[in-house]
């Protein structure tokens, strides 16, 4: 039982690596503010929360299985949050999202 | 393999910093900065684990928390232009 708990729990946090790698490099390879804001916000809730339940199978049961669960409520309260809260204000700032690229002057970055 | 969760949130947050240095817009460092702020707390607690010593886990809920506060006073500023009164102004927007 505790062999399963622990392969289970190295497979989550491989793959929240994996997400967290995914979602650095679309930060910086997509063409658009709102492209990379999804790259970010998808692998900030998913990645964040695979890795602390990995961390959480390691710990076993305590007060650190606990404190890794109020930080998983935290960032999936917040997160999401936060990035609605940069794609309103990136849309009140004047920012328009990028629709076609081959009608659109180069004009973005 | 706490080696490898560690190495691979250093290179997540090594390519979030490159994007806040180069982001052409302000809104792609904020985004930078959100994403560096979240894969710090990640990093705080795998590396209480790799330590073996995961009493660092509440340095990492109160970063959780203050990096929210700090993003959104952050949008807040650059979207009102202060931080004291809500939206009397009106942001001009101009390119650059």
């Known amino acids: 039982m505790a062999m399963i708990v622990d392969v289970l729990s190295w497979v989550f946090l491989l793959t929240g690596s994996f997400l967290g790698i995914s979602g650095g490099f679309g930060m910086l390879r997509f063409p658009d503010f709102f492209t990379r804001l999804h790259a970010a916000g998808v692998t900030d809730t998913l990645c964040a929360a695979l890795i602390l339940l990995g961390l959480m199978m390691q710990a076993g049961w305590g007060l650190v299985a606990v404190k890794l669960l109020f930080i998983i409520l935290f960032l999936s309260f917040t997160s999401p949050v936060a990035a609605h809260a940069l794609a309103r204000a990136a849309l009140h700032g004047g920012l328009k999202p990028l629709l076609n690229r081959a009608e659109e002057d180069p004009s973005k970055s | ?96």
């Not at chain 2, 894969?39 to 790799?50: M, N, Q, R, S, Y």
């Open chain 2, 1 to 96: 393999m706490f080696v490898a969760a560690t190495l691979a949130i250093l290179v997540t947050m090594g390519l979030a910093l490159i994007r806040a240095l180069r982001g052409p817009t302000v809104y792609d460092r904020i985004l930078a900065v959100n994403m560096f702020g979240t894969k710090t707390v990640l990093f705080i607690a795998v590396f209480g684990f790799l330590t073996g010593r995961p009493d660092f886990l509440d340095i990492a809920l109160v970063y959780a928390l203050i990096n929210f506060i700090g993003i959104v006073a952050v949008l807040k500023f650059f979207e009102y232009g202060g931080l004291g009164h809500a939206a009397k102004t009106s942001y001009e927007k101009e390119d650059g």
